[in-house]
Structures are given as structure tokens and as C-alpha cells.
């Protein structure tokens, strides 16, 4: 709270693993919203990806299954209308900005067993920067909507980020969706 109301820090990041229920956590971050007083709102984020990075797991959030990956339907196909779900649980929860997908790219199957942050928890959505790019815009377009943000997280050292950026961009600006 001192970083809040002290410092007038701008966003907090909720870390670790909880199972308390969407709304014990509404509750910490409404706490915390006021401390802000007259002041902008806090950016409140959060690491709730899905598979083995789900900071979230108590009462009232769903479980989220692993990315689709190679060899997978689309995102679109594969998720459905869970996104928006998982959207509105993060927002219901007082989390306005969610640091996810991420849109690293591993660059085979072999591959990914080599790359612990990326491929070693299944955070992929494909072998290739354009197929990752569209899922990454599909999931987004489904959850981003209805919180307050969210982050198209990529960690260049992690994975092989090189050009799908330039790919989210394209299939943004297209409305493109091959899923």
C-alpha cells in the first residue's frame, strides 16, 4: 500500500499462484484502487496465459487449457467464446490489464523441449511467426475486448520472437483469421 499511496506508483502486478475466488480478489484490488484517491486508476496486471501459467485458479475462474500449438484447430476453434469468459473473470476480479498471449514463436517440436520458458510450459501457439501472429490476434480479439487491456507478451530472449510482430500487425490491420 505504501508504494501506492507514498510512492503513487501507476500499476501493480499481482504475482504467484492464488486460489482465492474472484471475488476475495475483487476485494485486494479494490483495496488497492482506493489508496489511489482522487488519482488515475492503477494498471492491475496479471500473468494468466492458460496451461501451466494460470495465476488464477479459485473459485469463479475457469480453468484454461493449454495453448492450441502445431497440429491444433485455430484458436477461434479450439477456445470458442472462453476467452471472453476468461476476459470478463479478470476484469470481474479487479485485473484491467492481463500480460498475455504471448506470442513467442519456438521454432520446431524438437525445439521446444530446449526452451523451458516457451516451450517447456506450452506457451506457443505454432512453429512459425504468421500462425502465431493469428492466434494471437484471435485470443485477443475475444478477451481483450471486454477487460480493461491486455499485453501481446513476447520475450525475445526466451523464445524466437524475430518478425511476428510485424505479423500481428498485418493480420490486425487485414482482420485476417485463417482459424
Known sequence: ?????????GSLY???QTSLSVHQTAA???ALQQQVGSGPPLFISADQEGGEV???TGPGFSAMPDRPGPGHHGARRRFGRRPTEWGNQLAAAGVNLDLAPVLDTVPSAAAAGRNPPI???EREF???PATVAAHGVAVHARAG???GGDQREALPRFGSSGGQHRH???SRRLGHDPT
Open 1 to 9: 500500500m505504501t508504494a501506492v499511496t507514498r510512492y503513487h506508483v
Open 14 to 16: 499481482l504475482a504467484g
Open 28 to 30: 485486494i484490488t479494490a
Open 54 to 56: 494460470q495465476r488464477f
Open 119 to 121: 516451450g517447456g510450459f
Open 126 to 128: 505454432g512453429y512459425d
Open 145 to 147: 475486448c471486454r477487460r
Open 168 to 170: 500481428v500487425e498485418r
